[in-house]
Nanobody, 120 residues
Framework: QVQLVESGGGLVQPGRSLRLSCVAS????????MDWYRQAPGKQRELVAA???????NYADSVKGRFTISRDYAENTVYLQMNSLKPEDTAVYYC??????????????WGQGTQVTVSS
């Protein structure tokens, strides 16, 4: 059974940093993409950052230059380094993965979410 466990969220003042982590376990496939999404109250879930198996990354315009996604292939872990946080970054952040094995696609699988609150 695939499990994604996120950690690192919390309450932080504007301008400060947080680092989110997501560990994937129970995967019987090669993980192709590892993403971070977020959902603020009353808003739709949106893609924040994505990293694929070749190391290519993609970011939402709102976080470019402030957030960095990275991946530890050996540990099946994805990180999101968030710098210069703003109140509008407040949301529940979710980890998401997809993969393949022997021509079959697996996922997407989602984590339970971790709350990030940016407030003075």
């Amino acid at each position: 059974q695939v499990q994604l466990v996120e950690s690192g969220g919390g309450l932080v003042q504007p301008g400060r940093s947080l680092r989110l982590s997501c560990v994937a376990s129970g995967t019987i496939f090669s993980i192709n993409t590892m993403d971070w999404y977020r959902q603020a109250p009353g808003k739709q879930r949106e893609l924040v950052a994505a990293i694929i198996s070749d190391g290519s990354t993609n970011y939402a315009d709102s976080v470019k230059g402030r957030f960095t996604i990275s991946r530890d292939y050996a540990e099946n872990t994805v990180y999101l380094q968030m710098n210069s946080l703003k109140p509008e970054d407040t949301a529940v952040y979710y980890c998401r993965i997809e993969g393949t094995s022997r021509g079959r696609t697996y996922g997407p699988f989602w984590g339970q979410g971790t709350q990030v609150t940016v407030s003075s």
